[in-house]
């Protein structure tokens, strides 16, 4: 590998984080998740002087959630600093539930079509040092948060959620998202000489003052693979975890899994090393 790209780490999950929530033998949906100790908290007291841990932004995006807002924000830990909720425009009572459950949520308007122009906006609007992403169909344990930010704390830029890893899964991969996670991740590590184990997967958490290096610029659901490229392509230290994803909730996903992948596999393509310089080249050259 070459000495140049970001050195990737796995964290081995334990049994409790295999599980999850709502798994067989997991935690209960009412369970705020495990014992998070006095460093989970905004403050914390070391030598009888109290220091100030780093902000913590959640931002969730969200489209008509408003019957899987409860259990997602119920399951936030105290770690977490500010939320923020991107309303993709709801026509149900998501702003409602969402300012009953967390009378603190910052909710704003997305601006733009699709899933990446709402974390745009929520990345945007974030003011915490580190930002964390995940969905609002309560396919993402909340729980899970304070891995992200174990990382974090301890010198990484990017981290990132993997299904793949020991301590993480899924219940609920169709055999065709399976079949293109792993085509697009062949894909992503080749292009980077890298070893990803999972790509199609929006959990992650990052510093906000790399915002600027991930260069974010796609809408939809291809905004996912664009920070792992844009992060492997600017030398962002990153981490993989393990996470569970669990079936949605409520409702049905927003999520297509033909025309999606095939929007993944164009940005991946688009942004492989020397793309861009090859670009301009070519043009001077007509």
């Not at 049905?252 to 929007?263: E, F, K, N, P, T």
């Amino acid at each position: 590998m070459s000495s140049t790209l970001p050195r990737i780490e796995r964290r081995i999950g334990t049994d409790s984080t295999r599980r999850g929530p709502d798994a067989p033998g997991g935690r209960r949906s009412t369970d705020r998740g495990p014992d998070r100790g006095p460093d989970a908290h905004p403050l914390r007291r070391e030598d009888d002087r109290v220091r100030t841990r780093p902000t913590v932004s959640l931002v969730v995006p969200a489209h008509n959630e408003a019957r899987n807002i409860p259990w997602v924000f119920e399951q936030i830990p105290r770690c977490v600093d500010e939320v923020i909720l991107v309303d993709g425009d709801s026509s149900d009572a998501t702003l409602r539930m969402a300012a009953h459950c967390l009378p603190t949520v910052r909710s704003v308007p997305q601006r733009g079509p699709g899933k990446g122009s709402a974390l745009r906006t929520g990345f945007g609007a974030a003011t915490g040092e580190y930002v964390v992403m995940l969905d609002a169909d309560g396919s993402m344990w909340p729980g899970e948060i304070p891995h992200y930010l174990h990382f974090l704390d301890n010198g990484y830029d990017f981290v990132k959620g993997s299904r793949f890893v020991a301590g993480g899964g899924s219940l609920d991969l169709t055999r065709i998202r399976s079949l293109g996670n792993r085509a697009l991740l062949t894909v992503v590590n080749r292009l980077y000489d890298t070893m990803l184990t999972d790509l199609c997967y929006g959990y992650c958490a990052f510093r906000r003052s790399f915002l600027d290096e991930l260069d974010l610029r796609s809408t939809g659901f291809e905004i996912e693979a664009e920070m792992v490229a844009h992060a492997l392509r600017s030398g962002l230290r990153i981490a993989e975890v393990p996470s569970l994803e669990l079936p949605r909730r409520n409702g049905r996903s927003h999520l297509h899994a033909v025309s999606d992948g095939r929007r993944v596999l164009r940005t991946l393509l688009a942004e492989r090393p020397g793309a861009r310089s090859a670009a301009p080249a070519a043009a001077a050259e007509r």
